[in-house]
């Protein structure tokens, strides 16, 4: 099977466990792993945590260099400040559209669905939701249900960090099965 290509676009304040914990089970599933930033830049997260996360972790890339046909995969992580931030970025939107247009998977945790949101993406959708987000996902056509992690299609929603364990066990597997 090839080498699955995951992204994770995130910005300043990100959920440092959020990113770290799909960061590192993505690299150990053996999937190579790009963290996108405004500019490439490094950011730090809301605890303190900066990406690049380690010595050996490739540069952030620039938003700009997100393509679909370089992916298998996108996962949009929480935190309350860096999806708001990322949400505005055009050329992030375009790219989680185009995963969805595609068929590829588009995972969003806690905050992350936010993202989706703005990218136009959950009308008709079955997710679940952090309590926060909840309203904002039904104002945006989904049909938000009950439930750790779902899966709609290519969509994977997760409602609480707590739950990161299985949300990443899924959206590897989903990402796994459409690779074959």
Known sequence: MPRLRAA????PGFQD???????YRLKE??????VATAGGDPVTGKYGVGVPLDRRAAPCIPFEALAVEDYDLVVLTGGHEAPDRVRQVRAVLEFVAGMDAAGKVVAGL?????IMISAQIMRGRRV???AGMRDDMINAGADVVEGDVIVDDNLVTCSYYGEVGAFMKTVIELAERQAR
């Open 128 to 130: 679940c939701a952090y």
């Open 29 to 34: 599933a053996g999937c190579e792993v790009e």
């Open 110 to 114: 806690c905050h992350g669905p936010w």
């Open 17 to 23: 466990h959020d990113v770290i914990y799909t960061y």
């Open 8 to 11: 994770i676009p995130t910005g």
